[in-house]
C-alpha cells in the first residue's frame, strides 16, 4: 500500500469510528445536561441540548424527596465494606487454588465456578427468607454477606495468581517464612495491580447492584443509590429532573475513577478473560 | 492434660520424620486459605440452591407452607404468561444476541487495526457503557425515548420522520430494550475479543496476504478461527446474561406494555415479591436453571468442539 493510501484508510476508519463513539457517549453528554435542567425544561420542545443552571435545585429536591445525602453514604459505605471483605475472600481463595495442590482441588473450584451458572434468580427466594429469619432484612450485613464469595472475583484471583513465579515463594519459604507471613510479605505486594482490578471490580458491582438491595432493604433510610432512584421513578409525579441529577451523581464520579484506573482494570479483567 | 499434650506431639512429629516445621502447615494451609469462600458459598449459594427446590415443591397457603408436589411445575406449564414471558426473552436472545456479538466482532477487528489512531482512547470509550449501572442507563433510556418529549422523537422528528412510539408499543418496546442492551454490553464483548484477537499472529495475515487474499477472505479463515474460543465465551456469557435479563425491562418498561418485554426474571420477581407466590417463583427459578443448563451445553456442543 502506498503511504498516501495508508494514510488516507486510516483518517477514514479514525473518523469513521469517531462518529460511532460519539453516538454511542450521547446518553452520557445528555445526562450531564439534562441534571441541569428542571422536569419542565427537560421535556420542552426543543429539548435543552447544552447545560442548564438547575442542578442544585434538582439536588435539593433530592434531598428533600429520597434523604439523597444518607443514600449516597449508604451506598459508599455498603461498597467500601462488600469491596474490602469480598477482596479479602477471593484473593485468598484464589491464592489457595493457584499456588498449592490439595486433595480435592479441582472439585472445590469445580463447585465455586458452578456459581458463575446458576442463576441468581435461583437463591433469590431462599435468601430472602434466611435474611428474614436472621431478621437481617433493612440491614447493611443483608446487602454485603451473601455476595461475599463471589465467584468471578475467586477466578480473577486464581488467574493472576498463576502468573507469579513458584520459586518466589520457595525463596520465602526458605528463610523460614510461615505460610500466612509469605501470603503477606511474598505474594501481596507484586498483586497490587490485580488487586486493583479486582478491588474496583468489586466496588462497581456493589454500587451499581439492584435487585438483591431492592429486595432486602426496606425504607429510605437505607436505600443505596440505584433503589432509591428506580423507587423515585415509580412515583405518580416522577421529577426527572431531580432523579437524572441523582443518576449523574451517581455515575459520573464512577466513570471518572474508572477512567483514572481503567489501565488496571480492563488488564485485570482480560487476564481473566482470555486465558480460558 | 499438659501430660498428653506434651506427650502426643514429638510422637506426631516423629512419624513423619524429621520434616521441616512448615510441613504441616503447609498441608493444612490451602485449606485455610480457601475455606472462608467455600463457608460462605456453601452457606449463601449452595444451600439456598438446594431450598429452592424444596420450596418449590410447597404452596404457602395462610401463612404456612404446604407440600403440593409437582403442583407448582404444572402449572407453570399451563400458564400463558409463563410462555410470554419465554418467548420474549427468546427473540431477545435469537435477535439481539447475535446482532450485538456481530457487532462487536467488527469493533474488536476496528480497535485492533493498525489503521487506527488513538486505539487505547477508544477503547476506553466503547467500554464506558459497560461500568454504568443498569438502573442509571434504564432511566437515562426511558427519558431519551419518550414518545411526545423525548430527544430520540425530537431528533427523527427534524429529519422529517414521524416519531416512534418507543416504550409504549409492543414491538418498539422490544426494539427499545434490544437497543438498550446492545449500547451496554457491545463494547464489553468487543474488548473480550480484542483480547483474543491480540494473541492471533500477524504471520498467519502475511501468509493469507501473500496467497493473495483480499480482507474479507483473511477475515473469514484467519480471524474467524482464531476468534472462535472468545466468541464461545461471549455467546455462553450472553446467553446466561439475557436468560436472567431483570433490571433493563423492570427499570424500562416495567415488562410492557402488554407484557411485550416481560422477561423470565422479572416474572419470577412479581410472583416472589409482588404477589409472595414463593412455590410458584422457585419454579419459575428451577425452570430457567435447566434452560441455561441446555443451552450451555448446546453452546458449548456447537462452538467448543471444532477448536
Not at chain 1, 459520573?252 to 480460558?276: D, N, T, W, Y
Request: aromatic share 12%; glycine share 10%; hydrophobic share 55%.
Amino acid at each position: 500500500m502506498t503511504p498516501a493510501r495508508h494514510r488516507g484508510r486510516s483518517i477514514l476508519l479514525t473518523s469513521g469510528l469517531a462518529i460511532v463513539l460519539a453516538a454511542v457517549l450521547i446518553p452520557f453528554y445528555w445526562l450531564v445536561v439534562a441534571a441541569t435542567h428542571s422536569s419542565a425544561e427537560i421535556f420542552d420542545s426543543p429539548p435543552p441540548l447544552l447545560p442548564g443552571g438547575h442542578l442544585a435545585a434538582n439536588l435539593h429536591t433530592l434531598q428533600d424527596t429520597a434523604q439523597f445525602g444518607r443514600v449516597v453514604l449508604n451506598s459508599l459505605f455498603i461498597a467500601v465494606i462488600y469491596t474490602l471483605c469480598a477482596g479479602a475472600v477471593c484473593t485468598l481463595a484464589g491464592y489457595g487454588f493457584a499456588k498449592y495442590r490439595f486433595r480435592g482441588r479441582e472439585a472445590l473450584f469445580g463447585l465455586l465456578m458452578l456459581g458463575l451458572v446458576v442463576p441468581a434468580q435461583v437463591t433469590l427466594v431462599p435468601l430472602f427468607q434466611m435474611m428474614a429469619g436472621l431478621r437481617w432484612l433493612g440491614t447493611y450485613q443483608a446487602v454485603i454477606m451473601p455476595n461475599l464469595a463471589l465467584p468471578f472475583g475467586i477466578f480473577l484471583m486464581r488467574q493472576s495468581m498463576a502468573a507469579l513465579p513458584d520459586e518466589l515463594l520457595d525463596s520465602g519459604r526458605m528463610d523460614g517464612c510461615g505460610e500466612l507471613r509469605l501470603f503477606r510479605k511474598v505474594v501481596l505486594p507484586p498483586m497490587k495491580p490485580a488487586l486493583a482490578a479486582l478491588a474496583i471490580f468489586l466496588f462497581l458491582y456493589q454500587w451499581n447492584d439492584f435487585i438483591w438491595p431492592l429486595i432486602v432493604l426496606r425504607d429510605g433510610a437505607t436505600f443505596t443509590v440505584p433503589v432509591a432512584l428506580a423507587s423515585l421513578q415509580g412515583l405518580d409525579e416522577t421529577d426527572y429532573g431531580a432523579i437524572l441529577a441523582g443518576t449523574a451523581a451517581a455515575a459520573i464520579p464512577m466513570a471518572l475513577v474508572f477512567l483514572a484506573l481503567q489501565r488496571h482494570f480492563v488488564s485485570g479483567l482480560l487476564a481473566g478473560a482470555v486465558k480460558e | 492434660m499438659t501430660a498428653t499434650l506434651t506427650g502426643g506431639k514429638p510422637r506426631a512429629v516423629a512419624s513423619r520424620g524429621p520434616a521441616p516445621r512448615s510441613r504441616p502447615r503447609r498441608r493444612v494451609a490451602p485449606y485455610l486459605f480457601v475455606l472462608p469462600a467455600l463457608l460462605l458459598f456453601a452457606v449463601f449459594k449452595i444451600y439456598p440452591i438446594g431450598r429452592s427446590f424444596v420450596i418449590s415443591l410447597h404452596k404457602t397457603v395462610g401463612g404456612s407452607e404446604r407440600f403440593v408436589g409437582a403442583d407448582n411445575y404444572t402449572r407453570l406449564m399451563g400458564d400463558p404468561l409463563f410462555w410470554t414471558a419465554l418467548k420474549n426473552t427468546a427473540v431477545i436472545l435469537v435477535v439481539q444476541v447475535p446482532v450485538m456479538l456481530a457487532l462487536a466482532t467488527g469493533l474488536a477487528v476496528a480497535l485492533n487495526s493498525t489503521l487506527l489512531r488513538g486505539r487505547a482512547l477508544f477503547r476506553l470509550g466503547f467500554f464506558l457503557p459497560m461500568i454504568t449501572g443498569l438502573v442509571a442507563y434504564g432511566i437515562v433510556f426511558s427519558v431519551l425515548l419518550g414518545k411526545d418529549y423525548g430527544l430520540v422523537n425530537w431528533l427523527l422528528g427534524l429529519a422529517g420522520l414521524d416519531p416512534v412510539p418507543w416504550l409504549t408499543d409492543p414491538l418498539w418496546a422490544k426494539v427499545s430494550l434490544g437497543l438498550a442492551l446492545t449500547w451496554h454490553y457491545t463494547g464489553y464483548n468487543a474488548v473480550i475479543l480484542l483480547a483474543r484477537l491480540q494473541t492471533v499472529p500477524a504471520e498467519l495475515y502475511d501468509a493469507a496476504a501473500v496467497d493473495g487474499a483480499g480482507a474479507w477472505t483473511s477475515f473469514r479463515h484467519v480471524t474467524l478461527p482464531g476468534l472462535r474460543p472468545a466468541l464461545l465465551l461471549t455467546t455462553v456469557l450472553s446467553t446466561i446474561g439475557t436468560l436472567q435479563i431483570f433490571d433493563e425491562p423492570y427499570v424500562l418498561t416495567g415488562g410492557g406494555p402488554d407484557n411485550a418485554t416481560l422477561t423470565i426474571g422479572v416474572y419470577l420477581y412479581q410472583n416472589a415479591f409482588k404477589y409472595f407466590d414463593f412455590g410458584y417463583a422457585s419454579a419459575i427459578a428451577y425452570a430457567l436453571a435447566v434452560l441455561i443448563g441446555i443451552l450451555g451445553v448446546i453452546q458449548f456442543r456447537f462452538l467448543g468442539d471444532k477448536s
